[in-house]
């Protein structure tokens, strides 16, 4: 087996008893290292039974599967477990237990010692962006479902295993919160570099969330395998195209994160709250409107020309909201933002909610129209901005 190959799916098919017809027939796939792979299809096609089959929660009936190499029926099924990460919609975190518990749980079980599992839980729970001295010791309950989606993400990494399993992990949470949790978890992944095998009702997710997605019909028969942008591009026949939906033009939307795109710059204002009063500091302040930050250069609020103009000892008495994106966000977010946005911005910061530069209608409107732009490029200088903000021409994708 080639190296990157890390989860390989050999004909496999499931039968449960009593049925004359298999559930998934002859599933082959091949899943690389690193990857995230997205099952998608419609209710009941053994999305579910496909990927419990690799961690051998359901038993194939037939086929083999082999995780990086190794046949996973040649292994005792709690051990395998052990080795792979699983994170469901139900969270499956036990109430009586608390966050430290659940997320030390599988440690335990592999025979750590008290101080290796605390430090590992203490940094696990950093990872999601749960505080461990204000969250260690709280049950289950005593948390919201975001929260308790972190803690089953952070005990499906507790033993750092090399797979992932998601069974619709963030479904159960509003819209918000799911939004903000995949971008937590691709930032995540961006340093962790799991395998990760992905299920969800929800196309958009899956066009967010996938390296590659598997549109599946009856049977977990495979009707497609591919890149999402190829997938939205090139859909292999109607059915998948009807899966996909409408709009796929503003689908290419969720195909780009923010920090693949060039920022633009937007006038600042420094707030020097330490000073006696209120200074402020314009930064190139012009006409337009412009940007109040704090001394960590944190967003506070807009300001617009005229209150600039009338309110010169306090401009952030005269803010309006600042709707903002950080870099992991798809294009589509920015856009969300923008749309909520008095002043068509969404201002971009970083892991510490410092400003970082802004995606403007005209910064997608490059993007949404490559052709004018790549004219535009051509006759400039390569790797500059058109902000000075920085030069963000990475790849589009993981
Ligand atoms: N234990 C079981 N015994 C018999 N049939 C089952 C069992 N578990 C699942 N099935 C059937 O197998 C088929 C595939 O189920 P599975 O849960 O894998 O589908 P799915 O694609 O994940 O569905 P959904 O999107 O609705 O969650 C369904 O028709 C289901 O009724």
Excluded at 300 to 307: E, K, M, R, V, Y
Excluded at 345 to 371: F, K, N, S, W
Aim: glycine share 8%.
């Amino acid at each position: 087996m080639s190296r990157d190959v890390m989860i390989d799916l050999q004909q496999v098919s499931k039968f449960y008893r009593g049925q004359k017809a298999p559930v998934v027939e002859n599933m082959s796939m091949t899943i690389h290292r690193g990857e995230i792979v997205v099952l998608v299809g419609p209710s009941g096609c053994g999305k579910t039974t496909t990927m419990k089959m690799i961690n051998r929660l359901i038993e194939p009936s037939s086929g083999r599967i082999l995780i990086d190499g190794t046949d996973v029926t040649a292994l005792d099924g709690n051990d395998l477990r052990r080795q792979i990460g699983y994170v469901i919609q139900q969270v499956g975190l036990f109430p009586h237990m608390s966050v430290a518990t659940n997320v030390g749980l599988v440690p335990k079980m592999l025979g750590w010692d008290r101080k290796r599992i605390e430090a590992r839980v203490d940094e696990l729970l950093h990872l999601v962006g749960l505080e461990p001295a204000t969250y260690r010791n709280r049950l289950p309950r005593q948390l919201s479902g975001g929260q308790q989606q972190r803690v089953g993400v952070a005990r499906a990494l507790a033993a750092d295993p090399p797979v992932m399993l998601m069974d619709e992990p963030f479904g159960a949470t509003d819209p918000m919160t799911r939004d903000r949790l995949q971008n937590e978890f691709l930032r995540l992944q961006d340093q962790l570099r799991k395998t990760i095998v992905f299920v969800t009702h929800d196309f958009d997710e899956a066009i967010k969330m996938g390296t590659r997605i598997a549109v599946l019909g009856e049977r977990s028969r495979i009707r497609q395998f591919d890149t999402p942008e190829v997938l939205l591009a090139h859909p292999a026949d109607s059915t998948v195209a009807q899966f996909i939906g409408g709009g796929a033009q503003l689908k290419q939307l969720d195909l780009r994160r923010v920090d693949a795109i060039q920022w633009d710059d937007v006038p600042l204002i420094r707030v020097d709250k330490a000073a006696t009063g209120t200074r402020r500091h314009p930064d190139g302040a012009d006409g337009s409107a412009a940007l109040t930050v704090d001394d960590d250069n944190r967003p506070l609020g807009w300001i617009s020309a005229h209150d600039r103009a009338i309110r010169q000892g306090a401009p952030e008495g005269a803010s309006q909201a600042v709707t903002t994106v950080e870099p992991q966000a798809t294009l589509r977010d920015a856009l969300d933002a923008m749309l909520a946005s008095r002043h068509g911005t969404a201002v971009v910061v970083d892991e510490q909610g410092r400003y970082a530069g802004a995606v403007t209608l005209d910064g997608l409107m490059r993007v949404i129209h490559p052709t004018r732009e790549q004219d535009r490029l051509d006759s400039a200088v390569p790797g500059q901005t058109t902000g000075g903000a920085r030069s963000a021409l990475t790849p589009e994708k993981r």
